[in-house]
């Protein structure tokens, strides 16, 4: 269906190819997943499948892509629209019209479908997605889940042989993943649609790939493979395939189901050992909020959660998407206006403080990290953001270096890829070293390396007596690094409590190896291997 | 009876009946000068719009027109203020310092006394503007333009959705702007310059549509039948001066700036050839139309209330009926009956336009 013959793209200006060689093919009917690192060039591979890459990038392409047949040297994007279904990383900005129908409607518009074809597919395309009740509602009105669910049935109606998504679950909370993903597996296994998909969240998909293409970035070849043979050895994998491979299990299991059931000599031997957890040295308070009631318009984002954040503590904020976490983040740097109770930050009031001394106390790092980024280049930001909080110079690209190493100087903050920026906001951030860092949903986009990388650096600060509060959707991030969880539902504090007993017995939050090890305590593959360790 | 034509059986009316309504308010509200009238084609485009509003983001738009139309208001009458002449009226309010200015300026004056004429003759013209403003207003809030522009004719439509992705970033550039400051204050920075705040929001509002023209390129957009470059070069051309010519002939039919049967004629040219260019621009359109606004009887009778509305202001207007325009300023303006009545038809969409479907409400089994 698919076929790559030794493709390698050079982007104008770009003195190293972003894809080199590549060379591979998907048949009909499978799901075809890409993993690699931030930055590896996965988005470039993902666009040369339709021929957005070199028709509307600009570039360079040598070799040869052919889809269904045709060659994309010679069909442009929009003459290859009734054979590839393109679905980008933000569905909002993919957007042409208002409203659900009229969005699904698009494509067969533009193809010059019949009325009453058109009229038929948009039915089954709301009852296949599960968008029904929302059809005639505005785009902006929807929720995350329901966006991607909507890009995905965009793309579908016009009934393509080829899917291609870009992370269509990074931005999402569980369960709007678990919607997304339970669509485009009813698409593989009852439509026979090729599916091809990057995603960094590996624990979320690698049990419906039926092949994996890795592509490793800078001069190394792109691999492919079955997920069970590439998951041995390779340097990405989920929590499940760590535990695997620690446990020496053979086949490697690639899903909790076959982990569990090959599992149960470890949990017979982990019986009598209890995790060794770190215990979160409590600190003075850093931050408290009372009764904190915000809304915007006739929309009530919080009502009345009160909650003290101490040093040494790392606090995980989950909940759904709209549940008030970015809102009780923004209260505590006083970006949003209480209607009622208070929130106070090292015992400030945020709104009333000058920035200058506010980020002395508090540090925020937004979910969309390009607002804090002004400078040209790599380098400028860097030296801007060391006067900014007035530390060493080079002290803001040392930590850049920790989280994303060789990130060229001379970029623009906006030619980096998404996790790549995030990391260059972060960096900027942490280099005022506040006592109180919030980070809104920071793994967004960051590939298992980034995320261990930053897991180091948080640790670190929290030993140092800071207090960090991070919103996220990412479990396995809140297992490895928090010590405390707050869930937020419709503005309320639903629990707070110790990691392991907020997100052990929870059917959405639990971690890979606490579903496989239940009813074991146990978190994190590394507290299995630490207990392993002590028992021997 | 066809359904389409059933006045209560809940549907999305014809956004082009809509603005058609608001314009034949408009042009009525372009005819007079007198409060009341002005006041009350306010009151019939607000109480249609309270009636048949749906609750999309853009049903708002009234109210942020009513906001505009007042800042209109508000500068007129700042501006006669301070530039009035003592040519309108003896009523003194209050006196202004004066600021002497250069002979080259002659004619022009900068404070002084400010007489209750000028400034409520510069009320009145202001509320003509704001009143025509919050008809396009109403027409927004009941129709959004992006609906508006999906009926266009195949020909127009890559014009078409041009102006819809412009439309859409202006508000989108304000919510950006807004936010962008906000993370300032993360920065630990108080004051913006150009290069913090205007330079990411342009950045992004680039990212943006770099990123919608590659959504659209791959949904097929601009995907044409084949027709000789010369011949859509024509069409093109042809279409735009067709629609130039209607504009004049409206606006020059609307401000008395030409002489009748000019402009009339220049409305006949433009309208034949927009019409023609259109036709033949139509072959190389290969889209197609998914669910397509009916026009049925609905359509008709609120673009008729409009048209009654609107054609009622002119014929009085060119009649000379009394009451449109005041003798003077300030006098109790008068309310003369038969433009009222004429008016009072433009609240007929109240009820014979379809209600909307609301958002899904649970029907009970």
């Known amino acids: 269906m698919i076929e790559f013959d030794r493709v390698t793209v050079t982007y104008d200006g770009a003195t190293e190819p972003a894809v080199r060689d590549v060379s591979f093919t998907i048949p009909e009917g499978e799901l075809a997943l890409v993993i690699g690192r931030t930055g590896s060039g996965k988005s470039t591979l993902l666009r040369t499948i339709n021929g957005l890459v ?11 892509v052919l889809v269904n047949g045709r060659d994309t040297r010679e069909y442009r994007p929009r003459d290859l629209a009734d054979v590839v279904g393109i679905v980008g990383q933000d569905p909002m900005a993919g957007f042409v019209t208002d409203t659900v129908e009229d969005e699904l409607a698009y494509s067969m518009e533009s193809l010059g479908v019949a009325p009453d074809v058109m009229r038929r597919r948009v039915e089954e395309t709301l009852d296949l997605l599960g968008l029904a009740d929302v059809r005639d509602r505005p785009l902006t009105s929807l929720s995350g889940g329901q966006r991607q669910r909507t890009a995905i049935g965009a793309a579908l109606t016009s009934h393509p042989a080829v899917l291609v998504l870009d992370e269509p679950t990074s931005a999402l909370d569980p369960q709007a993943a678990e919607e997304v993903l339970a669509a485009l597996q009813r698409l593989v296994y009852d439509l026979g649609v090729t599916v091809v998909m990057a995603e960094h969240r590996l624990e979320r998909v690698i049990q419906y790939a039926d092949r994996v293409i890795e592509v ?48 149960v000599s470890l949990r017979s031997r982990l019986a009598e050992l209890a995790p060794l957890r770190q215990v979160a040295v409590e600190g003075r308070e850093l931050a408290r909020c009372t009764n904190l009631v915000v809304g915007y318009g006739n929309v009530t984002a919080l009502r009345g959660v009160s909650l003290t954040i101490n040093a040494g503590e790392v606090v995980a904020l989950m909940g759904r998407n709209g549940a008030g976490k970015s809102t009780l983040l923004n209260a505590l740097v006083g970006l949003v206006q209480p209607r009622s109770g208070s929130a106070s930050a090292a015992c400030m009031d945020p709104r009333s403080t000058k920035p200058k001394q506010l980020v002395k106390a508090v540090g ?13 280049t790599v380098a400028d930001e860097c030296a801007a953001a060391d006067s900014d909080f007035r ?63 930053l897991v180091g650096i948080l640790r670190e600060l929290a030993a140092d007596g800071h207090a960090v509060v991070l919103s996220t959707h990412d479990v396995e991030m809140v297992a490895e690094v928090a010590t405390r969880v707050l869930v937020l539902a419709e503005g309320e504090l639903v629990s707070d409590g110790e990691t392991a007993t907020v997100i052990a017995g929870s059917p959405a939050f639990a971690p890979q190896v606490a579903k496989i090890l239940a009813p074991l305590p146990f978190l994190t593959v590394g507290e299995v291997a630490a207990a392993l360790g002590r028992a021997s | 009876m066809r359904t389409v034509n059933h006045l209560t059986l809940p549907r999305a009316l014809h956004p082009g009946a809509w603005w058609l309504w608001a314009l034949g308010l408009a042009v009525a509200a372009s005819r007079t000068r007198n409060p009341v009238l002005l006041v009350l084609i306010l009151v019939i485009a607000g109480f249609v719009v309270a009636a048949r509003r749906g609750d999309a983001p853009w049903a708002n738009s009234y109210v942020a027109f009513l906001k505009l139309g007042l800042m209109v208001i508000g500068i007129r009458v700042v501006l006669q203020a301070l530039l009035s002449t003592r040519s309108q009226g003896n009523t003194l309010l209050f006196t202004l310092p004066q600021i002497p200015l250069p002979d080259w300026a002659n004619g022009v004056k900068l404070g002084g006394e400010v007489t209750a004429e000028a400034l409520v003759t510069a009320l009145y013209d202001g ?53 962008i400051r906000a993370a300032r204050r993360l920065r630990g920075r108080t004051r913006g310059s150009f290069r913090t705040t205007a330079m990411p929001v342009l950045e992004g509002a680039l990212d943006r549509s770099v990123e919608l023209a590659a959504a659209m390129d791959s949904r097929g957009y601009g995907r044409t039948a084949h027709v000789p470059r010369r011949q859509r070069r024509i069409t093109g051309a042809s279409v735009l001066l067709g629609l130039l010519g209607i504009a004049l002939g409206v606006y020059s039919l609307l401000t008395d700036a030409m002489a009748f049967p000019v402009a009339a004629a220049a409305l006949v040219v433009g309208l034949l050839l927009a019409t023609g260019a259109t036709a033949i621009g139509h072959q190389r359109v290969t889209r197609s139309r998914y669910r397509p606004d009916p026009w049925a009887l609905p359509e008709w009778l609120v673009t008729c209330s409009g048209a ?10 060119a009649r000379g009926v009394e009451g449109l325009v005041l003798p003077g300023p300030l006098v109790v303006p008068p309310v003369p009956l038969l433009p009222v009545l004429g008016l009072l038809v433009g609240l007929a969409p109240a009820v014979v336009a379809p209600p909307l479907t609301r958002s899904r409400e649970l029907v009970p089994a």
């Open chain 1, 364 to 376: 925020l790092v937004p979910q969309e990290p390009a607002d804090l980024l002004y400078a040209p």
């Open chain 2, 127 to 179: 509320g003509q503007l704001a009143v025509m403003l919050c008809c396009i207003g109403a027409a927004n809030a009941l129709a959004s333009p992006r609906r508006l522009l999906k009926s266009l004719p195949g020909a127009l439509y890559e014009m078409g959705v041009a102006c819809v992705v412009a439309l859409t970033f202006a508000p989108q550039l304000v919510i950006d702007a807004r936010r």
């Open chain 2, 308 to 317: 009654v509305a609107g054609a009622t202001m002119i014929i009085a207007a």
């Open chain 1, 391 to 453: 530390v060493a110079a080079g002290r803001c690209r040392a930590l850049l270096d920790r989280l994303a190493p060789d990130i060229d100087d001379q970029m623009h903050p906006r030619d980096l890829s998404e996790g790549q920026r995030l990391c260059l906001a972060l960096a900027v951030v942490l280099c005022g070293a506040p006592p109180l860092l919030l980070l809104d949903e920071p793994t967004r986009g960051l590939d298992y390396g980034a995320k261990r990388r």
């Open chain 1, 216 to 263: 490793p970035g800078g001069s190394a070849p792109v691999s492919t493979g079955l997920p069970v043979d590439l998951m041995v050895t390779a340097p990405v994998a989920p929590p499940v395939v760590e535990l695997g491979r620690l446990a020496g299990w053979s086949p490697l299991p690639l899903s909790v189901r076959d982990a569990r059931r090959a599992a």
């Open chain 1, 54 to 64: 070199p028709h509307f990038t600009g570039g360079t392409l040598a070799g040869r």
